[in-house]
């Protein structure tokens, strides 16, 4: 499915970066290690490479991942690119300042798992900026997973990153407009957390 939908000229998701994640940039440790989870295309790879950090960006397509490298040729930064699914995909103990989860949805036993590496793979002061659709996305239909299983929610978000402090957390409606995908009023949970 993935590369399908990356497979167009256009970029599926636009070149922009995810509008919370560079409200959230102010709150990431400078010029640390960062790792982007389901990073597709790169346009928040890229961005956060544009900011200073050394970027990380994991995603199972390699099409996606081939136009992120190019974006990122395009845009003079560097990005490493690691092909996974997240499934099998491990997050080493203590080996990034910030992980970054912009509708990152996966079945539920995997998405406790990987939140739960999330936790153990950042440093002390590391920083989680994650968003995510609500099931009440689907009242709005303008974008995300068709399937209600892989929505989000902030009181079991709270419960799987066990272990973080919460500077922001909470669920709101606000208009997204990123590429064909993402269009309109939407619901959606945000995280800002840090390890302390």
Same mark, same amino acid.
């Given at each position: 499915?993935? +590369?399908?939908?990356?497979? /167009?000229?256009?970029?599926?998701?636009?070149?922009?970066?995810?509008?919370?994640?560079?409200?959230?940039?102010?709150? &990431?440790?400078? @010029?640390?290690?960062? &790792?982007?989870?389901?990073?597709?295309?790169?346009?928040?790879?890229?961005?956060?490479?544009?900011? @200073?950090?050394?970027?990380?960006?994991?995603?199972?397509?390699?099409?996606? &991942?081939?136009?992120?490298?190019?974006?990122?040729?395009?845009?003079?930064?560097?990005?490493?690119? =690691?092909?996974? +699914?997240? #499934?099998?995909?491990?997050?080493? #103990? +203590?080996?990034?300042?910030?992980?970054?989860?912009?509708?990152?949805?996966?079945?539920? /036993?995997?998405?406790?798992?990987? *939140?739960?590496?999330?936790?153990?793979? &950042?440093?002390?002061? @590391?920083?989680?900026?994650?968003?995510?659709?609500?099931?009440?996305?689907?009242?709005?239909?303008?974008?995300?997973?068709?399937?209600?299983?892989?929505?989000?929610?902030? =009181?079991?978000?709270?419960?799987?990153?066990?272990?973080?402090?919460?500077? *922001?957390?909470?669920?709101?409606?606000?208009?997204?407009?990123? /590429?064909?995908?993402?269009? /309109?009023?939407? #619901? =959606?949970?945000?995280?800002?957390?840090?390890?302390?």
């Amino acid at each position: 499915m993935w +590369d399908e939908r990356y497979s /167009g000229e256009d970029f599926a998701y636009g070149t922009a970066p995810n509008d919370f994640l560079v409200e959230a940039v102010p709150s &990431l440790p400078p @010029g640390g290690r960062v &790792l982007c989870l389901a990073d597709g295309e790169g346009r928040n790879s890229v961005y956060l490479a544009e900011q @200073g950090f050394e970027v990380v960006g994991v995603d199972s397509s390699p099409v996606g &991942l081939t136009k992120a490298e190019k974006l990122a040729k395009e845009r003079n930064v560097k990005i490493e690119t =690691v092909l996974a +699914d997240l #499934a099998d995909f491990e997050i080493k #103990a +203590d080996s990034f300042n910030a992980v970054i989860s912009i509708f990152c949805h996966l079945l539920p /036993g995997i998405m406790e798992k990987v *939140h739960k590496q999330i936790v153990r793979g &950042l440093r002390k002061g @590391g920083v989680l900026v994650l968003e995510g659709y609500t099931p009440r996305q689907h009242e709005y239909n303008t974008g995300g997973p068709k399937s209600k299983e892989v929505l989000m929610n902030l =009181v079991t978000l709270k419960k799987e990153f066990s272990g973080l402090e919460f500077k *922001h957390a909470k669920e709101i409606d606000r208009e997204i407009h990123e /590429g064909q995908f993402h269009n /309109g009023m939407s #619901a =959606v949970v945000q995280i800002i957390a840090v390890k302390q």
